[in-house]
């Protein structure tokens, strides 16, 4: 009877938490640029019977239990195009970033500035920061707290 009970519990807890995400994962994907509200309502109904004979004893057990789950869900208003739940998300931020700097060097070429050349290790980039910290401080200190010196300088 034990082993039974203790099925019935997986199975609810199982069935009622898949149902329950799969609700989430719909009502969270229907959002808009607005803030909406959704109340989604789960019924998880759980039914079981086991029979079970050895010799002269014998068992029958039923099982039934019903749930009601409520919940509301609140949309923040802001629809995302990132998962940052996804296990790959940093990989694929690294990725764009490294996309970005590639398209900031054609353009750089393209405009005829010198373009830098860009790391292939950890240490070389590492390095080229060290470098480029190291030159915004001299570039604020000739500039003495002046603004338009400062903005070159950035632009720089």
């Not at 034990?2 to 229907?30: D, E, N, P, W, Y």
């Not at 039923?62 to 789950?69: A, R, T, V």
């Amino acid at each position: 009877m034990g082993a039974i009970l203790a099925l019935a519990k997986q199975m609810k807890k199982t069935i009622a938490l898949r149902v329950a995400l799969g609700a989430l994962v719909l009502v969270s994907g229907s959002a808009s640029a607005a803030e909406q509200l959704a109340r989604p309502t789960i019924d998880v109904t759980v039914e079981g019977v086991r029979n079970w004979k050895n010799g002269q004893d014998y068992s029958n057990a039923k099982i039934f239990e019903q749930y009601h789950l409520i919940t509301h869900v609140k949309t923040a208003g802001e629809p995302s195009s990132v998962n940052t739940k996804d296990p790959q998300f940093a990989q694929q931020q690294m990725a764009e970033a490294a996309r970005v700097q590639q398209k900031v060097r054609e353009a750089q070429a393209r405009a005829g500035k010198p373009v830098p050349k860009a790391a292939a290790t950890a240490e070389e980039y590492m390095e080229q920061q060290k470098r480029l910290a190291e030159d915004m401080n001299k570039g604020q200190i000739a500039c003495k707290g002046d603004m338009n010196c400062l903005m070159k300088l950035a632009q720089a």
